[in-house]
């Protein structure tokens, strides 16, 4: 586990997370390579990170295999990285403690105080309303310019 409970990661912390991370699902990740989700995935696979596609409509996304949610993947999530609106995070941070995750990973724009302080208290990092890809370009330098 991550944890930092009740408080904001700081850069190290984050630094931390980001460099001993292997697995990322993530959930809302869109098949359309002009949307977020889609753009912050190919990045993270090119700084060599396995991404889970977590999306019930596809069948794959980006050459991976999508699952439905989070309590279908059969692997071990680092990170859940969530592109959702913050109404929906609820569920996703219960799923998120119940498979073990590492951290749950907020995208911008996206903030749910219950949920954050539950999986908080459930020992998970928490980082929200900040862009994961940002965040790494930021503090682990970029990935494959070519992604960018």
Request: charged share 20%; proline share 5%; aromatic share 4%.
């Amino acid at each position: 586990m991550f944890g930092a409970i009740g408080r904001r990661l700081d850069d190290e912390e984050m630094r931390r997370i980001l460099a001993q991370c292997k697995a990322i699902a993530i959930v809302g990740l869109s098949p359309r390579a002009e949307r977020d989700s889609n753009m912050v995935a190919r990045y993270l696979q090119g700084a060599g990170y396995q991404i889970i596609p977590i999306n019930p409509a596809e069948e794959s996304i980006l050459g991976q295999r999508c699952y439905p949610d989070l309590l279908s993947v059969p692997q071990h999530i680092d990170i859940v990285d969530v592109f959702r609106r913050p109404d929906a995070v609820g569920p996703i941070a219960s799923q998120a403690v119940a498979c073990g995750a590492g951290a749950l990973w907020l995208q911008l724009g996206v903030s749910n105080q219950p949920a954050e302080d539950q999986a908080r208290a459930a020992g998970l990092a928490v980082i929200s309303d900040s862009c994961i890809k940002v965040e790494h370009m930021r503090l682990l330098g970029r990935a494959n310019d070519a992604l960018l």
